[in-house]
């Protein structure tokens, strides 16, 4: 299943990031961004405990059934090995974090499940590989920008970078030129006002237009 995960983050190229919907409302919206092109979603932990691990992992287990064999669902804004364990035993099957944690990504591999650790300088890249990380989510990227990127994967081209910060419509192919072989994409594909008033055909627009691009 691991190497199943890997290879659609390399050929789907997006992880859409779900935070802060309500539990009623995450089939619809996963569904709509379904219909639109993506294949690979992230439910995030509340790093400041507004919800709950068990309901974070909750959510992710609905998901998980939901959609078994057609989208892979993962956690995203992991920082313990509670949470790895929770998204296992829910049936998620990658883990995304902001920092690169080595007991969250030691966690992580030896439960069998994909890891998307954060790292901004190249010293936390590296460590954040040797850790054993999949991919590693270049974070927070928005202020870096493309150049940034290309300049760490330079002396780093062995690791496969993920973009996540600021991706925007516009800025999608010049992150790609520069090296990454995929994105985390949060509001921009789930604006709050498309949820709030239910119109899930804009997300499914908006989920076209940004997987048109990385084809």
Do not use: W
């Not at 609905?62 to 959609?67: D, G, M, P, V, Y």
């Not at 419509?169 to 994105?183: H, P, R, S, T, W």
């Amino acid at each position: 299943m691991r190497e199943q995960v890997i290879k659609a983050v390399l050929e789907n190229k997006i992880v859409a990031i779900v935070r802060g919907i309500a539990s009623e409302k995450l089939i619809d919206v996963a569904e709509a961004m379904y219909k639109g092109g993506i294949r690979l979603l992230e439910i995030t932990y509340s790093a400041n405990g507004a919800v709950s691990d068990e309901q974070t992992a909750e959510n992710i287990r609905i998901l998980s059934e939901h959609f078994e064999g057609r989208m892979f669902i993962g956690a995203g804004t992991v920082i313990t090995e509670k949470q790895v364990e929770l998204t296992y035993k829910a049936g998620g099957k990658f883990i995304i974090s902001p920092d690169a944690y080595e007991n969250v990504i030691k966690k992580t591999r030896e439960l069998g499940l994909v890891s998307m650790p954060g790292a901004l300088t190249p010293s936390e890249v590296q460590a954040a590989h040797r850790a054993g990380a999949d991919f590693v989510k270049l974070f927070p990227i928005t202020n870096m920008g493309p150049a940034y990127v290309k300049a760490v994967k330079a002396p780093l081209s062995h690791i496969k970078f993920l973009a996540v910060g600021g991706v925007n419509l516009d800025n999608m192919k010049e992150y790609l030129d520069a090296g990454v072989c995929g994105f985390g994409i949060g509001s921009n594909i789930t604006p709050k006002k498309c949820i709030e008033e239910g119109n899930y055909d804009e997300i499914v627009a908006l989920s076209k237009k940004y997987v048109e691009i990385v084809k």
